[in-house]
Protein backbone atom coordinates (compact mmCIF):
# COMPACT_ATOMS: atom_id res chain seq x y z
CA UNK A 1 0.00 0.00 0.00
CA UNK A 2 1.03 3.04 -1.31
CA UNK A 3 -0.31 5.00 2.19
CA UNK A 4 2.37 2.41 4.43
CA UNK A 5 5.33 2.58 1.96
CA UNK A 6 5.26 6.71 2.30
CA UNK A 7 4.12 6.87 5.85
CA UNK A 8 0.98 8.85 4.75
CA UNK A 9 -3.00 8.53 4.70
CA UNK A 10 -3.72 8.16 1.23
CA UNK A 11 -7.20 9.60 0.01
CA UNK A 12 -9.29 9.36 -2.43
CA UNK A 13 -10.47 12.59 -4.66
CA UNK A 14 -13.29 12.96 -6.60
CA UNK A 15 -13.69 11.60 -10.08
CA UNK A 16 -12.96 14.46 -12.24
CA UNK A 17 -9.67 15.54 -10.26
CA UNK A 18 -6.59 15.46 -12.47
CA UNK A 19 -5.02 12.53 -9.67
CA UNK A 20 -7.02 9.80 -8.29
CA UNK A 21 -5.07 10.29 -4.61
CA UNK A 22 -3.82 12.67 -2.40
CA UNK A 23 -1.27 11.48 0.28
CA UNK A 24 -2.42 13.75 4.07
CA UNK A 25 0.15 13.73 6.71
CA UNK A 26 -1.22 15.26 9.56
CA UNK A 27 -4.49 17.13 8.16
CA UNK A 28 -2.30 18.55 5.32
CA UNK A 29 -1.93 17.52 1.49
CA UNK A 30 1.67 16.43 0.75
CA UNK A 31 1.41 15.13 -3.02
CA UNK A 32 -1.03 14.25 -5.02
CA UNK A 33 -1.00 10.66 -5.99
CA UNK A 34 -1.89 9.14 -9.72
CA UNK A 35 -2.19 5.21 -9.53
CA UNK A 36 -2.49 2.85 -12.53
CA UNK A 37 -3.02 -0.47 -12.67
CA UNK A 38 -0.90 -2.74 -15.78
CA UNK A 39 -1.33 -6.12 -16.46
CA UNK A 40 2.95 -6.00 -17.77
CA UNK A 41 5.98 -6.22 -16.31
CA UNK A 42 8.65 -3.12 -15.92
CA UNK A 43 10.69 -5.03 -18.95
CA UNK A 44 7.16 -5.37 -21.37
CA UNK A 45 5.84 -1.48 -20.41
CA UNK A 46 9.31 -0.68 -21.24
CA UNK A 47 9.12 -2.02 -24.53
CA UNK A 48 5.99 -0.41 -25.33
CA UNK A 49 7.37 3.10 -24.92
CA UNK A 50 6.67 3.22 -21.44
CA UNK A 51 3.90 4.69 -19.06
CA UNK A 52 1.33 6.56 -21.35
CA UNK A 53 -0.75 9.13 -19.47
CA UNK A 54 -3.19 11.63 -21.60
CA UNK A 55 -1.39 15.21 -22.40
CA UNK A 56 -5.28 16.50 -21.06
CA UNK A 57 -4.27 14.76 -17.52
CA UNK A 58 -0.52 15.83 -17.63
CA UNK A 59 -2.00 19.41 -17.80
CA UNK A 60 -4.10 18.78 -14.93
CA UNK A 61 -0.97 17.65 -12.90
CA UNK A 62 0.89 20.74 -13.90
CA UNK A 63 -1.93 22.92 -12.43
CA UNK A 64 -1.80 21.22 -8.81
CA UNK A 65 1.83 21.49 -8.83
CA UNK A 66 1.43 24.78 -9.81
CA UNK A 67 -1.11 26.04 -7.52
CA UNK A 68 -0.32 23.81 -4.54
CA UNK A 69 3.93 23.15 -4.66
CA UNK A 70 3.60 20.27 -4.04
CA UNK A 71 4.83 16.28 -5.93
CA UNK A 72 2.60 14.58 -8.21
CA UNK A 73 3.81 11.06 -7.56
CA UNK A 74 3.28 8.79 -10.56
CA UNK A 75 2.99 5.22 -9.49
CA UNK A 76 2.34 1.97 -12.06
CA UNK A 77 1.35 -0.96 -10.34
CA UNK A 78 3.18 -4.11 -12.73
CA UNK A 79 2.88 -7.75 -12.47
CA UNK A 80 6.55 -7.46 -10.63
CA UNK A 81 6.39 -4.60 -8.38
CA UNK A 82 4.92 -0.94 -7.69
CA UNK A 83 6.66 1.42 -9.39
CA UNK A 84 7.11 5.11 -8.56
CA UNK A 85 8.06 8.68 -10.61
CA UNK A 86 8.56 12.18 -9.10
CA UNK A 87 6.96 13.91 -11.64
CA UNK A 88 8.75 16.69 -13.28
CA UNK A 89 6.93 19.28 -15.14
CA UNK A 90 10.13 21.15 -17.32
CA UNK A 91 11.56 18.07 -18.80
CA UNK A 92 10.41 17.43 -22.69
CA UNK A 93 8.29 14.49 -22.97
CA UNK A 94 7.31 12.55 -25.95
CA UNK A 95 3.40 12.89 -26.96
CA UNK A 96 2.13 9.96 -29.36
CA UNK A 97 -1.37 9.42 -30.65
CA UNK A 98 -2.37 6.72 -28.38
CA UNK A 99 -4.74 4.63 -26.07
CA UNK A 100 -7.63 1.71 -26.85
CA UNK A 101 -8.07 0.04 -29.69
CA UNK A 102 -10.44 -2.84 -28.71
CA UNK A 103 -13.47 -1.14 -27.85
CA UNK A 104 -13.73 0.36 -31.12
CA UNK A 105 -14.47 3.84 -30.32
CA UNK A 106 -12.37 6.30 -31.75
CA UNK A 107 -12.43 8.82 -28.85
CA UNK A 108 -10.07 6.44 -26.90
CA UNK A 109 -7.10 7.45 -29.17
CA UNK A 110 -5.89 10.89 -28.27
CA UNK A 111 -2.12 12.70 -27.45
CA UNK A 112 -0.53 11.09 -24.64
CA UNK A 113 2.61 11.86 -23.01
CA UNK A 114 5.03 8.91 -22.88
CA UNK A 115 7.07 8.41 -19.71
CA UNK A 116 10.51 6.36 -20.12
CA UNK A 117 10.28 3.55 -17.69
CA UNK A 118 14.18 4.53 -16.72
CA UNK A 119 12.76 7.29 -14.63
CA UNK A 120 10.50 5.17 -12.63
CA UNK A 121 11.82 3.51 -9.19
CA UNK A 122 10.96 0.14 -7.12
CA UNK A 123 8.86 0.75 -4.34
CA UNK A 124 7.51 -2.93 -3.49
CA UNK A 125 7.96 -6.18 -4.72
CA UNK A 126 5.02 -8.13 -6.71
CA UNK A 127 4.18 -9.59 -3.46
CA UNK A 128 3.16 -6.05 -1.55
CA UNK A 129 1.85 -5.08 -5.14
CA UNK A 130 -1.75 -2.86 -4.25
CA UNK A 131 -4.52 -4.60 -5.51
CA UNK A 132 -6.45 -4.11 -8.79
CA UNK A 133 -9.15 -2.45 -6.69
CA UNK A 134 -8.28 1.00 -7.02
CA UNK A 135 -10.58 1.68 -4.34
CA UNK A 136 -8.24 0.07 -2.17
CA UNK A 137 -4.98 2.21 -2.49
Given at each position: ??????????????????????????????????????????????????????????IGMN???????????????????????????????????????????????????????????????????????????
Amino acid sequence: RVGTLWKCEVLKLPKLWPCDYCGVRFGKVEAWIEIKNRNYNFAQLDALGGYMMGVTKVIGMNDLLAVTQKPVMLCVNLTDGLYFYKYKPLVPYATEIRGRVDRGDPADMEPCVMFPMNNFEKLANAQDRIHADREDA
